[in-house]
Structure formats: C-alpha cells, structure tokens
C-alpha cells in the first residue's frame, strides 16, 4: 500500500524559506520520478516541481523556477522541497505525488501559508 506523508508545512512570512518533506513507503521508492504539487485555496492542482529516480534530473514549474529546490534521499525514501523566498501566492497545500508531472494527489498533504 503506497504512503505519502508529508509533514514540514506552516506560516512563514513572505522572503522566508521553508523545506517540506516527504515520507515514502509502500513501493521501491528509488525506481521511481517523484514530484511536488500544491493547490492553492480555491482553485485547482498545480504541478511544481519533479525530479528522476536517481536524482540527477530536475525541472520546476515557471512560477517557483529559481527560488525552489526539489531533491531526494533515495537511501531513506524521503523527497524534499526546499522554498526560498517565499511569497503569498505560494501560499496552499503542498503534496508529493509519484510520477513526472503529477497532479492528482494520493497523500493529505501539507499546509504553507506565506502572511505577515
């Protein structure tokens, strides 16, 4: 049974950093592109960020390009999302999600809420 548990969420003001994690078990973790998704309140599943299975691959979505940084630890089935400057449209439920590209979500998922 796949598990996506992603603690790491919380209120951070705008220009903070934040790094989510992701807890992954269930399936051979390391086979497999991971990605980041975030759904913003009232609106729709957007794609962030993903990276291959080995980790030497990246690529992220034009609103977070430059600020974000996706990465894995294959040995303890865990990805990361490491946000830098943060800012209020990044506010929303952030999951992970197997797959390039992914925007339909398994987990619960992580609240960030970017506020003064």
């Known amino acids: 049974q796949v598990q996506l548990v992603e603690p790491g969420g919380g209120l951070v003001q705008p220009g903070g950093s934040l790094r989510l994690s992701c807890a992954a078990s269930?399936?051979?973790?390391?086979?497999?592109?991971m990605s980041w998704l975030r759904q913003a309140p009232g609106k729709g599943n957007e794609w962030v960020s993903s990276i291959s299975s080995e980790g030497t691959s990246t690529i992220y979505a034009d609103p977070v390009k430059g600020r974000f940084t996706i990465s894995r630890d294959n040995a303890k089935n865990i990805l990361y999302l490491q946000m830098n400057s943060l800012q209020p449209d990044d506010t929303g439920v952030y999951y992970c999600?197997?797959?390039?590209?992914?925007?339909?979500?398994r987990g619960k998922g992580t609240l960030v809420t970017v506020s003064s």
């Open positions: 999600e197997e797959g390039w590209y992914t925007t339909e979500p």
């Open positions: 269930g399936f051979t973790f390391g086979k497999y592109p």
